[in-house]
């Protein structure tokens, strides 16, 4: 996906799709998804992004999640690698919160596709809820790059 962020500032090029606003890209091999709660001028709130590949290909999970962890940088804290899990064909990174009362998490699957969420840690006896949040379309572009190149 390219750096710039002209086509994630047009609202032309979102789609309402129930709660969300929906922006789609396709830069083979690659097809995103990027789903939002509000979008302005600026940025947007943002619910998740997902990316599949169409090639087919596989990636060795723990190198490529390390890889992602080091090239990622615009996000609120850096990501790190919890888990991979070749049997499973997931890779688990999340971010490092200061607090951790709310963090990233990036789901890496065997073929390189990916979904990416911001979660709100659980009080004790309670899930892990899934939170929005601001990015503007700078940031946001320049997170689809590091993430499919």
């Known amino acids: 996906m390219t750096r710039d962020d002209t086509a994630l500032r047009n609202p032309a090029n979102w789609r309402a799709e129930g709660d969300f ?3 789609q890209a396709t830069d083979a091999p690659w097809t995103a998804a990027v789903k939002a709660t509000a979008l302005d001028a600026i940025g947007c709130r943002l619910w998740e992004v997902q990316a ?4 087919g290909a596989t990636v060795d999970l723990k190198a ?3 890889l992602l962890a080091g090239r990622v940088t615009g996000l ?3 990501l790190r690698l919890v888990e991979a ?3 499973y064909g997931l890779a688990l990174l999340r971010s490092d919160a200061m607090d951790q009362a709310s963090y990233t998490e990036l789901l890496l699957h065997r073929d390189g596709g990916f979904e990416l969420r911001r979660y709100r840690a659980a009080t004790p006896g309670q899930r892990r ?3 929005a949040f601001s990015v503007t379309h700078e940031a946001l572009a320049k997170l689809l790059h590091d993430l499919t190149t």
């Open 85 to 87: 899990d070749n049997e």
């Open 64 to 66: 490529t999640a390390e």
């Open 129 to 131: 809820q899934q939170v």
């Open 76 to 78: 609120l804290e850096p």
């Open 21 to 23: 606003l929906v922006y």
């Open 52 to 55: 599949t590949r169409a090639d």
